[in-house]
């Protein structure tokens, strides 16, 4: 018996022999050892993933053509908690299905109780709201049904034909939590959160056959959908919008509509973020399309998350947010460093 199993029980909840059992099936123990304690809660919360978290916020920031400020920074704490809460709740729902398809996982392994990841999710889903509420009415409006979609996606429409949708609805809604919060408007946001509501979407399609794989149809819709979008965010009337004609009104001339400050400037980053985001979903698609196995559909279902960063990034720089792009970009490589300790999905 190796040091882990002798502190945390059997990996993937397998038998063991032991006295209090009179010599037959020993039930999974938890960790006991604080840095298994750890890694068991590191594995749970999908913790890497929170690197595709900040970016909702900022991008939705972005798109009103403000400035991050103090509320911006609250609505990303809050987007931080509601992710969370969903990935605690997600296996405390599932714990029945990944006992047979995911054994290792926190909970059917028996490293975590189901207790405490259903508590974990209760006050993540507290925390969320408060933080939201602590930057404004505008926002705790946004973050109310956000919570609802998360907490109605992972108990109930996760495994219908609506879950990709309320996936997607889930991530539009977060990046309009950054709006909200910023400047208390929410439909400059609106393009943008479709965009990468679109995107969710097409990843959590991608996710559903990632245990016992499937059809090669998801993977590439999942490729045309990046392919379209790569064009919606790189495209000039996009990323550098053409000069309005000039217009005389009682003798003055001027431009109809003043464009955002930066828009020109950071079309080039436009262009070679978008770009990036492309080439981080496309040979794992290419490779799920030709063998839909778990695998390679576990790892496109990875790179597709992971592309939500550069996604991110590109909105913010398509609408002038510079500095808020080149800080999202920043978030990739640290995301995929921490990505090969503790899976993403």
Known sequence: MTLRESLCGWPGGAPGIGPETGGGAQAPRPCTDRSHRNRAWAELLRLPALFSVPGDALAGTAATGSAPNSRTVLAVASSLCLYEAGMALNDWADRDVDAVERPHRPLPSGRIRPAAALTAACALTGAGLALA?????????????????????????????????????????????????????????????????????????????????????????????????????????????????????????GPRAARRPGQDRAAPLATALGAAYATTTARPYVHATLNPSPPLTQHAVGAGIRATIPLQATLCARSGGTVSALLIAVLAPLGARFGKRVSVT
Do not use: C, F
């Open 133 to 253: 509420a602590r930057a404004g009415r505008p926002a705790l409006a946004v973050a109310a049904p956000l919570a609802a979609t998360v907490w109605a996606y992972d108990l109930g429409l996760k495994h219908t034909p609506a879950g990709p949708v309320a996936m997607g609805a889930a991530r539009g809604l977060d990046l309009l939590l950054g709006a909200a919060a910023t400047t208390g408007r929410t439909r400059e946001a609106l393009p943008s959160a479709a965009l990468l509501g679109t995107h969710t979407l097409a990843v959590t399609t991608v996710s559903r056959q990632e245990a016992q794989g499937g059809s090669p149809l998801p993977p590439l819709a999942a490729l045309a959908t990046t392919a379209l979008l790569t064009r919606l965010l790189t495209r000039p009337s996009a990323a550098q919008p053409r000069r309005p004609r000039q217009a005389t009104v009682t003798g003055m001339t």
